[in-house]
């Protein structure tokens, strides 16, 4: 079974960018996850097709109503009941949410299917929040036009964690955040770009090596780029051995700023 995404958009267009292109694009033509839109001007009453009104206590900008996006929801939540998906969860989303990571996007992954609420203007009426919405995520801190931008960033990240979405099963399991780290530095040919030589270490074939290497370069690059993710991740301290790999790291930045 596929996994099933609904969106809540006034902008279905802008999911040809998932639909079509690249990863997610191969996935969905692959059936590995179905995506269906529904535009909240579709479930209007009047002849404009309002879904936004001014704001009761005033201020700048527009909310968007509740009904519209209420009986958009309710025809979503529909439509996976029918495909045996019991209660789907409701994901708006916000940058007042849970800031998104690796590991909720993994626990969302095993979801049978999803329902995500994209707002526009100043935010949605907060009825329609408290009625609907099981989860709300954030993909930082920051403002952006509409949730789906958000939205792709969700679901491309849900869809590489599927079975059979990379070609190589363990890309996903080697990727930056999956062990906590970010990711090691890679390379490829030529071996010589520029003057810039790749590492020796990476063509000597000896496989125990490279993955210290790796390992090393990830705790480095944790250390030394996302210090917050990296006293996160050794919060209750390192082995001996994971502190001897980072004060190699910090060695040979020493060396490298010397030469």
């Not at 040809?16 to 996935?27: H, L, N, V």
């Not at 590991?103 to 999803?114: A, D, F, I, R």
């Not at 003057?195 to 090393?216: C, D, T, Y």
Request: glycine letters at 8%; one cysteine or more.
């Amino acid at each position: 079974m596929s996994f099933e995404f609904d969106l809540i958009t006034l902008f279905p267009e802008m999911f040809d960018a998932i639909t079509q292109y690249g990863i997610t694009g191969k996935a969905n033509r692959n059936g590995i996850f179905n995506l269906n839109t529904w535009n909240p001007r579709n479930f209007t009453h009047d002849h404009y097709r309002t879904v936004d009104d001014s704001s009761y206590g005033g201020g700048p900008g527009m909310v968007m109503m509740a009904q519209p996006l209420d009986d958009a929801i309710i025809r979503a939540r529909a439509r996976q009941n029918a495909l045996g998906i019991d209660k789907p969860t409701v994901v708006y989303l916000t940058p007042q949410g849970s800031r998104l990571d690796h590991e909720m996007v993994t626990q969302l992954s095993k979801l049978p299917g999803l329902v995500l609420l994209c707002g526009r203007y100043e935010g949605i009426d907060e009825r329609l929040i408290n009625r609907q919405v099981d989860v709300e995520i954030s993909i930082g801190d920051y403002v952006v036009s509409g949730g789906e931008l958000a939205a792709m960033i969700l679901i491309d990240c849900i869809v590489r964690q599927i079975p059979g979405t990379l070609g190589d099963p363990e890309s996903a399991n080697q990727d930056s955040f999956v062990e906590g780290l970010l990711d090691y530095p890679h390379y490829t040919r030529p071996e010589i770009y520029k003057g810039n030589h790749v590492p020796e270490i990476l063509m000597s074939g000896n496989h125990a090596k490279i993955r210290r290497w790796r390992f090393q370069q990830a705790l480095g690059r944790t250390w030394l780029k996302r210090p917050d993710l990296f006293n996160l991740k050794f919060a209750h301290g390192m082995t001996f051995e994971e502190e001897k790999l980072l004060e190699e790291f910090k060695q040979s930045c020493k060396s490298r700023q010397n030469q």
